[in-house]
């Protein structure tokens, strides 16, 4: 008698979550001191501490940073499958949060788009919000207006997984690379300060470039989005994806690989390989 007391509402306890679960998923908990130092914006030290707090609450990623995990050895996973399958799954977490903390900034955007086309008064906390995202992607704007916001939305949107998975996947020869392997480094990625990765050892004489070294998987696939979405070198890829936002059609990754023509030397040749590898692997891609 006693244990089916305990069973019974155990069970309704279990069905009451299990309806509710789709809801609670629907406000995602902001990771508050998620962000990296280069994201945190300097112009809210002017607000009082409440407001400096719903700026960082806004700017902050939904989705906690996945637990550290050494780079696998994927040159001994023997089956082809299940080695493009791992490295997938090894990198696709932290693509899911690039992806949804770019949701809910781009979300917060929309919204006070739709406010300053009603006429609308913004709050303090929304210039604050706005400032720092001009800021956080490389936007020099003094006074907003339409065309400010318009371009930050150019910028603060998603990366499809195909896309993000395959160029790691090229770059980094699905993370068998010497720069992957020792610096984390799954898109090639180069810095010009002296020490600041790794020496490539097909450097010409009088270059000074190295392949950056991160610190972790996570920091790698951040200066990637960062790399896409703020430099003025993939104006390109922004526009096919702002083009595809005004026509109501999904953001896919074999479409705005059309945009990486300046990614590498290869051009051309490169974005066809890249949309190639998109085509060929995209059962594993989507599973």
């Known amino acids: 008698m006693l244990l089916k007391k305990i069973i019974i509402p155990a069970f309704w306890l279990l069905v009451f979550m299990a309806v509710l679960s789709p ?26 501490r409440a407001d400096q707090e719903k700026v960082l609450q806004r700017l902050a990623y939904t989705q906690p940073l996945p637990a550290f995990k050494g780079l696998p050895d ?3 996973i023997a089956d082809t499958t299940e080695r493009k399958r791992s490295f997938f799954n090894y990198l696709r977490p932290y693509v899911k949060r690039e992806n949804a903390r770019l949701r809910a900034l781009r979300q917060q955007l929309l919204e006070i788009q739709d406010k300053k086309q009603k006429h609308l008064r913004m709050s303090v906390e929304e210039y604050a919000f706005l400032y720092s995202l001009y800021d956080e992607f490389r936007m020099e704007v ?37 720069f992957a392997v020792e610096g984390y480094n799954f898109f090639g990625q180069w810095c010009f300060r002296e020490g600041c990765g790794l020496v490539p050892q097909s ?14 998987p996570a920091a790698s696939i951040n200066s990637y989005f960062y790399n896409l979405n703020a430099f003025h070198t993939y104006e ?34 490169y974005i066809a390989e890249i949309s190639g590898m998109i085509r060929f692997n995209r059962t594993l891609l989507e599973e």
């Open 23 to 48: 809801f609670t998923e629907l406000a995602p908990v902001k990771q508050l001191d998620s962000l990296e130092e280069w994201q945190k914006p300097s112009r809210i030290t002017a607000l009082n």
């Open 236 to 269: 390109p890829l922004r526009a096919i994806r702002a083009r595809l936002r005004h026509e109501g059609k999904p953001v896919r990754g074999e479409t705005l690989a059309a945009g990486l023509g300046a990614y590498s030397e290869r051009g051309e040749e």
């Open 74 to 76: 994927f040159n001994r």
């Open 142 to 178: 003094t006074e907003t207006d339409e065309n400010m916001l318009e371009e930050l939305l150019r910028r603060v949107d998603v990366i499809p997984e195909s896309l993000v998975l395959m160029q790691a996947a090229n770059e980094s020869a699905w993370g068998t690379s010497r």
């Open 203 to 216: 450097r010409l004489e009088g270059q000074t470039h190295e392949v950056t070294k991160f610190d972790s």
